[in-house]
């Protein structure tokens, strides 16, 4: 099996500090690859500033407004049913290509919402008809993911807690155990602190940046003669 290891970061469009501190990660940076909200107030105006980088769907349904409907306000309390999720996540695939001007690259989802069966049905129903690999987190999704006949990652690595999960210690302690084999895929979270909206991970966030910037970050993927990549591709 081939290998390619991809390091994603999630939650562009989220924010107007956020958006611009993952561009900077992957500008300036190590981070190779990143998934866009597009029913968020600042979709637009990240969208003008994500030329050549590389961006697949942060499938959102638990804030902001369903773009399918767009009447419908999402929370986190919402028990969606598939039908819902496919048609959802096909108006947000049309959003993205109508603000980038050009396709996802993959699918994953914001607040690991595809653990519910449901979701994760509806998603891989459209991820089928479009083509698009989606994220999986544990073994078991994994499983069920290529059973609906869509790919997926085969290992996933990656956290969002209380503190800053990507430091430069983690970071080479990763990189270091890390599987070289099959496409392993590490999710994080850098930017700058949200300018406009709340979120639990915050200051998490400019940690997580300085770790992928920091001449460190490359040196590390030197050292262990490691190559980043994207899903574009896969």
């Known amino acids: 099996m081939s290998f390619r290891l991809i390091l994603n970061a999630d939650d562009y469009g989220y ?11 992957m500008r300036r940076g190590v981070v190779s690859s990143t998934t ?4 968020s107030p600042h979709s637009e105006a990240a969208a003008r500033e994500a030329e050549g980088l590389a961006i697949g769907l942060h499938l959102n349904l638990v804030r902001f407004h369903a773009v399918s409907a767009p009447g419908r306000e999402l929370n986190e309390t919402d028990v969606l049913d598939a039908r819902f999720v496919a048609a959802e996540t096909h108006a947000q695939l049309d959003r993205l290509r109508a ?7 993959h699918l994953d989802v914001h607040k690991h919402a595809h653990l519910a069966p449901a979701v994760l049905e509806g ?3 459209a991820a089928k008809e479009r083509g698009l690999a ?6 078991e999704m994994r499983a069920q993911i290529r059973a609906f006949g869509v790919r997926t990652n085969d ?8 503190e800053a999960h990507w430091t430069p210690q983690q970071w080479r302690s990763t990189l270091a155990a890390a599987p070289r084999d099959g ?12 300018s406009h909206l709340t979120s639990g991970y915050s200051a998490q966030r400019e940690i997580e940046l300085a770790t992928f910037v920091a001449d ?17 591709g896969v």
């Open 216 to 232: 460190d970050a490359r040196a590390a993927l030197e050292a262990h003669h490691l190559t980043l990549s994207s899903w574009a």
């Open 99 to 105: 603000l980038l001007g050009r396709d996802a690259t």
């Open 134 to 139: 989606v994220r999986s987190i544990t073994p």
């Open 155 to 162: 290992v996933f690595l990656g956290d969002a807690g209380k």
């Open 123 to 125: 998603l891989c129903a």
């Open 36 to 39: 866009m909200i597009v029913n």
């Open 15 to 25: 924010d107007p500090a956020v958006s611009k501190g993952i561009a900077e990660s």
């Open 183 to 194: 496409v392993v895929e590490l999710m994080c979270h850098p930017g700058y602190r949200p």
